[in-house]
C-alpha cells in the first residue's frame, strides 16, 4: 500500500536515511526496531509524509507522493508520536479534532469519538482538560486521537515506551485489535520483546539503514550479527548455559551467572526487559532467583520513566517511574540490587 | 462545533466592529465642502483666541476651520508641501521669503503685541525697563560673569527667529554665543522654554500670550523685565497660499477668512480676548491703528518691522481684486 | 505641582462625571481610532507574525531582527515620514487622507504592526515545535496547521493586540504630524494632552491623561477576563 523506493534523508548534512527500499503491505503490522538515532522516528515521518525524502520517492497506492499531494496522503495515513503532543481543549476536543478537519457532522463526531475513547479506557475523562493527563493517559488520548480518524495506515513510533504497566496493556490490546480490523500498522521500537509479540515482519534499522528484516522468529533465532550488535546495547547478553534441576543458568562473562526459565544448554543469546527488573537498596528476600549487586553509573531522564545502567559486572538497563525513582533517592555511583525472576529471561 | 462557532462569532465581531468604527469616525470628521486648512503658529493657537474665532466664523460661513497647530517654520513647509490653504506667522524675514518663493500672496498683517523679555524677579542682571537692546547687552555681561544664565527657543520657531534677529541688532553673533555655557537652547515650545527658565533662573525672550497663560497658571514665577520697545514688537499676518504653486489649494475661502480676521468683528474677537482672564488683552487689533494714524510711533513701529517697501504686501504679491488694501 | 495633580485628578472626576462633551467626542474618537487601527494591523500583522514564527526560510533571523528594531521606532519619526508620503507633495498626496482620521487610522497601524509582528512570532516560536507536524499527520493543510498553532498560542496573541492598542492610544507623534490635533475632526486624548500642556491647562492635561490611562486599564481589565474565559 506504501513504498519507498531508493530513500534517504539528510537533516543539516547528516544522513538520516540511507537508500531504504520498502514495501508495507496491505493489513500487515511492520515493526521497525533500532536504537535510538537509529533513523526510525524519520522513516516513520516520511511514510506519513510529514517530510519529504532528499533523494528516492514514496508510492501511496501506486501514486508518487510529493509536496503538492502530500496533503492527499495525510489524510489516509496518520502517525501517533512518541511523545504525546495534545492541543488546548478537553480530551474529546483532542480526539475530534482531524473529524473536524474532515467536516463529519455533529453526531458522527460524537459517536466515534465514543468509540475511540472507550478502546482507549479514557471515556471517563473525555471532558478533563488535556493538559491535566497523566503520561499514560496522555499516550492514549493521542492514540485514540489518531485511531477515530479510522485511517488505513497507523504509524506509531513508540508508542509504549516509558509508559506505566496499565497503559502499556490498553495501548497493545489497541494495537492488536486494529489489526485484526485489518488496519495496517507500522510501528517503531527499541522494545525486542514488543517486536517479537505484535508483529509480523521486522525491519532492524541500524545508522539510518536497513540491515536486516524479516520474521520475528526467524531473526531472533538465526545468529544474526546485525541483531547482536543492536541488542547488546540493553540486557542482550550471550553465554554458556547448564541446565540444573530445571534451571539455567547462565554464564553470561563478568563472573556474572543469571537463572533462567530455559531447557536449552550450550550457547545461548538471552534478554531481560528492562521494565521487568526491581531496584532496591536493600537485599530482597523473595522467590525472585537472580539478585544482582551493583553501583549505579548513568542515569537517564525520559520524564515520567527513569532508565539506569547499573555495572555489576556486566551492565544491566534497568527502568523505574520517576515516583520511586525520587522516593529512593537514587543517584550515580550508589550501590543497589537488581532482582529478577527466571521467568524473565528470554530466549532468543 | 464549538470552535467553529467561535470562529464565526469572531469573526463577525470583527467584521461589525470594523464597519463601526469607519462610521463612527467618518461621524466625527466633519463633511462640509470647505475645510479650510490653516497652518498657524502655536504662540497664537494655544492662546486659545483661534478657537473663539472658529466659532464666530464658522457661525456665518460654509467654511469649515481645521487649525493645524506648529511652530511658523513648519507652518511654512505645510505651505510650501500643498498641506495647508493659508497660514498665520509671526516672522516677517520668511514671510517675505514665502512670498518670493512663489508660494504665498495676499498677505494681511492682522495683530500685533510685544514679545517681552522675562526674567527671575530679583534681576541679577538688572536689566528691568531697559531698552531691549541695551538690556541685551547688559545681560551678556552679566552672564559671561556667571551672573545670568539665558535660554534660547532653539526650535526655529517664530520667536526664535525674532530672538536671533535681537541679538544680531544688539551686536552679538548667535552662532557664537551658542558656544558659551551661559547660552542654553530648549528645542522646545515656548512654554516648556518658559519653564526651563524657570528651574534655572534664567532669562528668555517670550510672546506674551505664553506667559501670561503660564503665569496665570502659578507654572512661572519669572517676571516681565523688559516688556516694550520698538525691537520688542511681534507682527501676526495672514497669508494665503498661491493658488499658482498649489492648484487645489481653498484660495476663495482663504480670502474669506482673512477678511473676516480684518474686519471689525475679527478684529474686536483679537482685541478682547483675555481680558476678562488676564485684566489685558494678548493681541492688540492692527486695522484701525494703521488706517487712522491714532498711535503714529506704534504705526511706525509696525511698518518698520512689519512692512516690505512701504507696504504690507508689495503689488506683485497681491492677487485677484479683493479689497483687502483700500 | 503636587496640587496641580491633585487638581488634574479632581478636573478629571468632574468632567467624566458630568460627560463633558467634548471629553466623550475626544474619548469616543481616540476609541475608534486606535481600535480600528489594532483591527486593521491585527489583518496583516498576525499572520506576517506567524510567517515568521512558524515558517522555515532563509533570513528568518533577519526578519525577525527588523521588526525587533521598528519596536523601537520613535512615533515622531515615523509620523515624520509617513507626513512626507500623505502631504499633498508626497506619493500618496493625491488621496487627499492628510489630516482626517483615517490617516491616523493607517499610521498607527502601521506604527504597531512590529509590536504584534513581533509578539505573535515570539509566543508561536514558544509553542511546542511538534504542534504543527501533529495537525498535519491528523488531516490539516498547511493553512488549518498554522491556525492550529496559533490558536495553540491565543493568549500570547491576545497579549500582542491588546499591547498594540495600548501603544497606538498612547502615541502622540503620529497623531499629531498626520491628524494635525484639529479640533472636532482629529483630535485625540494624546494631542489635547500635548495641546493642554502647551497652554498651560496643566489640570486639563492631566484629567486627558486619567482617562486614557482608565481606558487602557479597562481593556486590560477586559482582555485578562477573556483570556480566562478562552
Known amino acids: 500500500m506504501i513504498e519507498l523506493a531508493g530513500v534517504s534523508k539528510i537533516y543539516n548534512g547528516i544522513e538520516a536515511l540511507k537508500n531504504i527500499n520498502l514495501k508495507v503491505e496491505r493489513g500487515e503490522i511492520l515493526t521497525i526496531l533500532g536504537p535510538n538515532g537509529s533513523g526510525k522516528t524519520t522513516l516513520l515521518k516520511i511514510l506519513g509524509a510529514l517530510e519529504m525524502p532528499t533523494e528516492g520517492f514514496i508510492l501511496s497506492n501506486g501514486v508518487r507522493v510529493d509536496e503538492g499531494n502530500a496533503e492527499e496522503t495525510r489524510r489516509t495515513t496518520t502517525l501517533v508520536f512518541q511523545r504525546a503532543v495534545l492541543l ?9 479534532y482531524g473529524l473536524r478537519i474532515r467536516n463529519l457532522a455533529g453526531p458522527e463526531i460524537e459517536k466515534r469519538v465514543k468509540a475511540a ?10 471532558d478533563r482538560p488535556s493538559k491535566g493527563l497523566s503520561g499514560g493517559e496522555q499516550q492514549r488520548c493521542s492514540l485514540a486521537r489518531a485511531l477515530v480518524l479510522e485511517c488505513n ?31 495496517t500498522i507500522v510501528l517503531a521500537t527499541h522494545d525486542l520483546k514488543q517486536a517479537q509479540e505484535l508483529s509480523e515482519r521486522i525491519l532492524l534499522l541500524d545508522g539510518g539503514e536497513i540491515v536486516e528484516s524479516g520474521r520475528p522468529d526467524d531473526l531472533f533465532l538465526g545468529q544474526s550479527s546485525d541483531m547482536a550488535r543492536f541488542t547488546r546495547s540493553e540486557n542482550f547478553f550471550s553465554g554458556e548455559s547448564r541446565v540444573l534441576e530445571g534451571v539455567a543458568r547462565i554464564n553470561i562473562g563478568g563472573g556474572v551467572e543469571i537463572h533462567g526459565a530455559l531447557s536449552r544448554g550450550g550457547p545461548v543469546n538471552i534478554h531481560v526487559r528492562p521494565e521487568d527488573i526491581i531496584v532496591s537498596n536493600e537485599r530482597i528476600v523473595s522467590s525472585a532467583r537472580n539478585n544482582l549487586l551493583g553501583s549505579i553509573f548513568r542515569i537517564e531522564d525520559h520524564n515520567s520513566i527513569i532508565r539506569i545502567k547499573v555495572d555489576v559486572g556486566v551492565v544491566f538497563t534497568v527502568q523505574i517511574t520517576r515516583r520511586s525513582f525520587e522516593e529512593m533517592g537514587l543517584n550515580v555511583g550508589q550501590e543497589v540490587y537488581l532482582t529478577f525472576k527466571a521467568s524473565s529471561v528470554m530466549l532468543l | 462545533m464549538r470552535n467553529r462557532n467561535l470562529t464565526i462569532i469572531s469573526l463577525a465581531t470583527i467584521v461589525i466592529v470594523a464597519l463601526g468604527g469607519f462610521y463612527l469616525i467618518q461621524s466625527m470628521g466633519p463633511n462640509e465642502p470647505h475645510n479650510l486648512v490653516v497652518s498657524t503658529t502655536t504662540s497664537l493657537y494655544d492662546t486659545g483666541v483661534l478657537d473663539q474665532i472658529e466659532e464666530a466664523f464658522e457661525a456665518k460661513n460654509q467654511i469649515d476651520l481645521y487649525f493645524i497647530s506648529v ?16 497660514i498665520l506667522v509671526h516672522a516677517p524675514s520668511r514671510e517675505l521669503a514665502f512670498m518670493e518663493d512663489g508660494y504665498g500672496v495676499n498677505r494681511k498683517i492682522i495683530a500685533f503685541n510685544y514679545f517681552a523679555i522675562v526674567g527671575p524677579g530679583d534681576d541679577p542682571a538688572g536689566i528691568r525697563e531697559k531698552s531691549p537692546l541695551e538690556a541685551l547687552e547688559i545681560l551678556v555681561g552679566k552672564a559671561r560673569g556667571g551672573d ?7 526650535d526655529d520657531s517664530g520667536t526664535h527667529t525674532k530672538e536671533k534677529g535681537l541679538w544680531a541688532q544688539a551686536g552679538f553673533e548667535v552662532s557664537a554665543l551658542r558656544e558659551e555655557d551661559w547660552y542654553r537652547e530648549a528645542g522646545s515650545g515656548m512654554g516648556k522654554t518658559l519653564q526651563i527658565a524657570e528651574e534655572y533662573e534664567a532669562y528668555t525672550l517670550t510672546d506674551m500670550g505664553t506667559y501670561l497663560k503660564y503665569s496665570e497658571e502659578g507654572l512661572v514665577t519669572l517676571e516681565v523685565l523688559v516688556g516694550a520697545g520698538e525691537e520688542l514688537i511681534n507682527i501676526y499676518s495672514a497669508i494665503a497660499v498661491n493658488p499658482d504653486s498649489n492648484p487645489d489649494a481653498d484660495f476663495d475661502a482663504a480670502i474669506t477668512f482673512i477678511e473676516y480676521l480684518v474686519s471689525d468683528e475679527g478684529q474686536t474677537i483679537l482685541r478682547e480676548y483675555g481680558v476678562d482672564i488676564y485684566g489685558r488683552s494678548l493681541f492688540n487689533p492692527v486695522v484701525e491703528l494703521l488706517k487712522t494714524g491714532s498711535d503714529p510711533t506704534t504705526a511706525e513701529w509696525i511698518e518698520a518691522a512689519g512692512f516690505f517697501d512701504g507696504t504690507e504686501c508689495p503689488q506683485e504679491y497681491r492677487k485677484g481684486e479683493y479689497g483687502l488694501y483700500n | 505641582m503636587v496640587s496641580a495633580i491633585l487638581e488634574g485628578l479632581v478636573k478629571a472626576l468632574e468632567l467624566i462625571a458630568s460627560g463633558d462633551p467634548t471629553l466623550v467626542d475626544i474619548t469616543l474618537r481616540s ?46 519619526t515615523l ?39 513581533s509578539f505573535v512570532a515570539n509566543t508561536l516560536e514558544a509553542v511546542d515545535p511538534e504542534i504543527r507536524s501533529l495537525a498535519l499527520t491528523l488531516g490539516a493543510s498547511e493553512v488549518r496547521a498554522s491556525l492550529t498553532v496559533l490558536n495553540e498560542s491565543l493568549n500570547g496573541v491576545l497579549l500582542a493586540v491588546t499591547a498594540s492598542f495600548n501603544r497606538a492610544i498612547a502615541e502622540l507623534g503620529v497623531a499629531l504630524m498626520l491628524g494635525g490635533n484639529i479640533r472636532g475632526a482629529t483630535r485625540v486624548l494624546t494631542t489635547t494632552i500635548a495641546l493642554e500642556t502647551n497652554r498651560g491647562q496643566i489640570a486639563l492635561g492631566i484629567a486627558m491623561a486619567v482617562v486614557l490611562l482608565s481606558i487602557v486599564g479597562l481593556v486590560n481589565i477586559l482582555v485578562s477576563q477573556a483570556r480566562r474565559w478562552i
Open chain 1, 117 to 126: 475513547l472507550s478502546l482507549v479506557g479514557l471515556e471517563d475523562l473525555a
Open chain 1, 88 to 96: 488546548r481543549g478537553t480530551v474529546r476536543d483532542n480526539v475530534a
Open chain 3, 79 to 117: 509620523g515624520l515620514v509617513l507626513y512626507l508620503v500623505f502631504s499633498r507633495s508626497g506619493p500618496l498626496g493625491f488621496l487627499q487622507l492628510l489630516y482626517t482620521p483615517s490617516v491616523i487610522v493607517i499610521g498607527q497601524a502601521i506604527l504597531i504592526t512590529p509590536v504584534i509582528v
Open chain 1, 153 to 183: 495506515l497507523l504509524l506509531l513510533d513508540e508508542p509504549t515506551a516509558n509508559l506505566d504497566p496499565e497503559s502499556m496493556i490498553i495501548i497493545k490490546q489497541v494495537i492488536k485489535r486494529l489489526s485484526e480490523r485489518g488496519v
Open chain 3, 31 to 76: 476609541l475608534a481610532i486606535s481600535g480600528l487601527a489594532t483591527i486593521l494591523a491585527s489583518c496583516w500583522s498576525i499572520p506576517l507574525g506567524v510567517f515568521i514564527g512558524l515558517g522555515k526560510f532563509r533570513g528568518r533571523s533577519l526578519f525577525k531582527g527588523l521588526f525587533n528594531v521598528l519596536l523601537g521606532l520613535p512615533t515622531v
Open chain 2, 71 to 86: 511652530g511658523t517654520g513648519l507652518a511654512i513647509t505645510h505651505a510650501q508641501r500643498g498641506d495647508a490653504d493659508m
Open chain 2, 148 to 154: 545670568a544664565i539665558w535660554v534660547s527657543r532653539g
